[in-house]
């Protein structure tokens, strides 16, 4: 996955490789058909597939084997471009649009495809949420404690590695974070109450 266009971007000199975009450029046709076949038997490609046709994008194929859907028009999965199987979907209208702002994003997202095939289909996505959780009790960013995001390349997907920091922060942010969001949900069922029972606000509203 990649972070949106208004994410951070990484400075001038900082985009490095990680193993599996490497491997993008030096895997032959054999490991290409490889990973095709396997996120075929795997159901990751049709599920890729599915998602991005009930999210409108146009669906082409792209060079290696990799699908490419451009226009997704809901806001989840989140990202600049996320990736199910061999298929690459963004919301901007195109991946050259996409590249224009994040340098490099092709080769981050075609990287995920390679975790896919070993990590057996769609298996990837509850590990990764999971890996998401753990990098942002550690960093408070969703990618740079990330396993996945780390192997396919922060720098080509866009993310400026955050400092780690102690888990127990971590933990106190998170406690911190739901008793914010606690307050908030307690503050609307509070507001929706006095409507439902024909009264006013504390504030007097009508």
Excluded: K
Excluded at 47 to 56: D, I, K, M, S
Excluded at 100 to 129: D, K, N
Aim: aromatic share 8%; net charge positive; hydrophobic share 40%.
């Amino acid at each position: 996955m990649t972070p949106g266009s208004g994410g951070h971007q990484p400075p001038a000199g900082a985009r490095g490789r990680g193993p599996l975009p490497t491997l993008n450029a030096g895997a032959g046709p054999g490991l290409l058909l490889v990973r095709t076949i396997g996120n075929w038997l795997n159901l990751s490609t049709p599920a890729g597939l599915a998602v991005a046709a009930l999210g409108g994008a146009r669906i082409r194929r792209g060079g290696r084997g990799v699908w490419l859907a451009e226009g997704y028009r809901y806001r989840f999965p989140t990202g600049g471009a996320f990736t199910i199987g061999t298929v690459i979907t963004t919301a901007r209208p195109s991946f050259a649009d996409l590249d224009r702002r994040i340098p490099g994003v092709l080769e981050h997202e075609e990287a995920h495809t390679w975790q896919y095939t070993y990590a057996c289909g769609l298996f990837y996505l509850p590990v990764y949420a999971a890996l998401m959780g753990w990098s942002w009790l550690r960093t408070g960013d969703r990618a740079s404690a990330n396993f996945f995001e780390r192997q396919a390349g922060l720098a080509a997907g866009g993310y400026v590695e955050a400092p780690r920091r102690d888990v127990r922060d971590g933990m106190r942010a998170a406690c911190a974070l739901m008793r914010a969001r606690s307050g908030t949900l307690s503050r609307v069922a509070g507001r929706r109450c006095a409507c439902a029972d024909g009264t006013r606000g504390a504030d007097g509203g009508a």
